[in-house]
């Protein structure tokens, strides 16, 4: 049973660049999030799909960030001109679809450090 | 407004102490999950435990233990006779039934050193 993947593990970028991070969930989960950790911080939650369709987005994700997960299977996160707020880890997770309060089961991250 | 507070940033014990990992919330749903997500040093966060709002029964896996009161709005965690290994950073979260995404709300984490 393959847990959720998320690469790269690691992306160092300069001010202003773009970068997009991938993610692949279980693959009988439909349910799929991310979430933004910083140092110190528990994770906070930027958006959710269930299957293909962003059902709902957080007021932390600014247009500078977009979302999509094409065919209901791996999502892509891309962060455009970024900036020196942006260095965090970008965690991934997915769960069940059935129900309220499925446990949601966490990638490794991306750690993305803006210089 | 949905909150998770932990108070306890960090806590140090000695091996084969008993701890015990503090997490009171806030919530005005009744139907609620509570979660508690262990992230070792290799960052990974790794699920524990889920509870629902209407299962006050305490759970016992192995040296882990919850208990869950609704009374005082809390979802405390005890692990007995601590190893180096259970040291990490142990984060509480809630996540409502009423919201269509079930988004996981988290405390601030409790880092837990247990030394040798």
């Known amino acids: 049973d393959t847990g959720v993947s998320q690469d790269p593990r690691h992306k160092i970028t300069k001010r202003g660049q773009n970068v997009t991070f991938r993610c692949d969930p279980i693959s009988e989960h439909n349910r799929l999030y991310w979430y933004r950790q910083t140092l110190g911080q528990g994770p906070e939650f930027l958006t959710y799909?269930?299957?293909?369709?962003?059902?709902?987005k957080s007021r932390l994700l600014s247009d500078r960030f977009s979302a999509e997960r094409p065919k209901g299977s791996f999502s892509t996160l891309e962060i455009q001109r970024t900036e020196q707020g942006d260095s965090a880890m970008y965690l991934c997770?997915?769960?069940?679809?059935?129900?309220?309060?499925?446990?949601?089961?966490f990638g490794d991250g991306t750690r993305l450090s803006i210089l | 407004a949905q909150k998770v507070t932990q108070a306890q940033t960090e806590i140090s014990v000695v091996e084969k102490e008993d701890v015990t990992l503090d997490c009171v919330y806030e919530?005005?749903?009744?139907?609620?999950?509570l979660f508690w997500y262990k992230q070792p040093p290799s960052g990974e966060l790794v699920f524990l435990i889920r509870r629902n709002s209407f299962d006050e029964q305490n759970e016992i896996s192995g040296r882990y233990s919850w208990n869950f009161q609704k009374s005082t709005s809390s979802f405390n965690f005890t692990i007995t006779a601590s190893q180096v290994v259970d040291s990490a950073v142990y984060f509480c979260?809630?996540?409502?039934?009423?919201?269509?995404?079930?988004?996981?709300?988290f405390g601030t984490g409790t880092l837990l050193a247990v030394q040798p």
């Open positions: 979260a809630l996540s409502s039934h009423g919201g269509a995404t079930n988004k996981l709300i």
């Open positions: 919530t005005r749903d009744t139907t609620y999950y």
């Open positions: 997770a997915s769960s069940l679809g059935s129900g309220g309060g499925q446990p949601q089961h």
């Open positions: 799909f269930q299957n293909e369709a962003q059902l709902e």
